[in-house]
T-cell receptor, first 112, second 119 residues
């Protein structure tokens, strides 16, 4: 299995809702990432997990809460988002520094 | 200052022709890596090719090759024999700052080049 699977593919949520994005990989990668990509912009790093522990948080607002319950699963919990948080959220995993990330197909989030 | 610069917002190429997408980078770290990704309109980021700063040879992967000129700090992507399916956004990215546990590392992306292949 050489895939990163993200669900859901599309999500529309209100500003008072709580929702979660899910990311799963079975390649044995112990590094996993969340990136945010606004339209017509490059991806921007949000969080890095190494061995299921949060190693980097790029000053992301607390309304985004990551979780890594095991080595195959990465969640992003969303609460009280703003319309400007609407974006493509990409999950990725990596084998090591000499290998590219394997990205999931992303979740297109719209906050209304 | 931008770490990764892609000066071509958009490019057109005739099908079956070769095309070069430009990328220059800025780092003072002697150990770094350069990556190219393809993003079709569907949104998924597809890894194409990697070049390490200490690699002596230019990287190649099928129709993709990376023209690495270290002194010029450039890492241009060459796509040979373009196909209609190559139409997409292409991002150059750099890893610096080494890497941490589990081999994790941060990528900084350029703004991208939108490639359109003309039949």
């Amino acid at each position: 299995d050489t895939e990163v699977t993200q669900t859901p593919k599309h999500l529309v949520m209100g500003m008072t809702n709580k929702k979660s994005l899910k990311c799963e990989q079975h390649m044995g990668h112990r590094a996993m990432y969340w990136y945010k990509q606004k339209a017509k912009k490059p991806p921007e790093l949000m969080f890095v997990y190494s061995y299921e522990k949060l190693s980097i948080n790029e000053s992301v607002p607390s309304r985004f809460s990551p979780e890594c319950p095991n080595s195959s699963l990465l969640n992003l919990h969303l609460h009280a988002l703003q319309p400007e948080d609407s974006a493509l959220y990409l999950c990725a995993s990596s084998q090591g520094p000499g290998y590219g990330y394997t990205f999931g197909s992303g979740t297109r989030l719209t906050v209304v | 200052a931008q770490k990764i610069t892609q000066t071509q917002p958009g490019m057109f190429v005739q099908e079956k022709e070769a095309v070069t997408l430009d990328c220059t980078y800025d780092t003072s770290d002697p150990s770094y890596g350069l990556f190219w990704y393809k993003q079709p309109s569907s949104g998924e980021m597809i890894f194409l090719i990697y070049q390490g700063s200490y690699d002596q040879q230019n990287a190649t992967e099928g129709r993709y090759s990376l023209n690495f000129q270290k002194a010029r700090k450039s890492a241009n992507l060459v796509i040979s024999a373009s196909q209609l399916g190559d139409s997409a956004m292409y991002f150059c990215a750099m890893r610096e700052k080494g890497y941490s546990g589990a081999g994790s590392y941060q990528l900084t992306f350029g703004k991208g080049t939108k490639l359109s292949v003309i039949p």
